[in-house]
């Protein structure tokens, strides 16, 4: 037990601590009562009336600064606590890398991104594999033809016909 724990279950502590509990138990009920008296009573009601009301009215009122204060001394305390980590580290440390990369990579329907990445480049080398196709066969039938001797119409599919 650490010794501040120790000290709250000190028999003087906790004896202490029920005389306190008991003498404000004991007042209150001791102040209600005077409350009902037939002369003071009505002074005291308005009087902890008043008090109640100006106590909520300050810890209203207070209660922005002290946030505002709490939140810069936060702020302050969670910049020594970074400048004294190394959060690389700290990152090592605590999260599985290999597991987040694979659930990042999991996500990605990287099948659909190449498909439609490649989808024009693919269209565009099977045009121009087309068009050099063509040419290379009008080469080569161009060849043939005046190696045969054949006419230019005859090549074009034009032929005339011929008188006997």
Not at 86 to 113: H, P, S
Not at 137 to 151: I, K, P, Y
């Amino acid at each position: 037990m650490a010794d501040g724990e120790q000290l709250l279950k000190h028999p003087a502590v906790t004896v202490a601590a029920g005389a306190a509990a008991t003498a404000v138990a004991g007042v209150g009920q001791l102040y209600l009562a005077s409350e009902r008296l037939p002369v003071v009573g009505s002074w005291l009601r308005r009087g902890r009336t008043d008090l109640s009301r100006r106590g909520e009215l300050v810890i209203d009122q207070s209660i922005e600064p002290v946030k505002a204060i709490i939140a810069a001394v936060a702020a302050q305390v969670v910049e020594l606590v970074l400048d004294e980590i190394d959060l690389n580290d700290l990152i090592r440390e605590r999260i599985d890398l290999i597991g987040l990369a694979d659930e990042v990579i999991d996500g990605v329907d990287l099948q659909a991104i190449i498909r439609q990445s490649t989808a024009t480049v693919t269209e565009n080398v099977m045009s121009d594999v087309r068009s050099q196709g063509e040419r290379a066969d009008d080469m080569v039938s161009g060849f043939v033809d005046r190696l045969l001797g054949r006419a230019r119409e005859e090549q074009d599919g034009m032929r005339q016909p011929t008188q006997t």
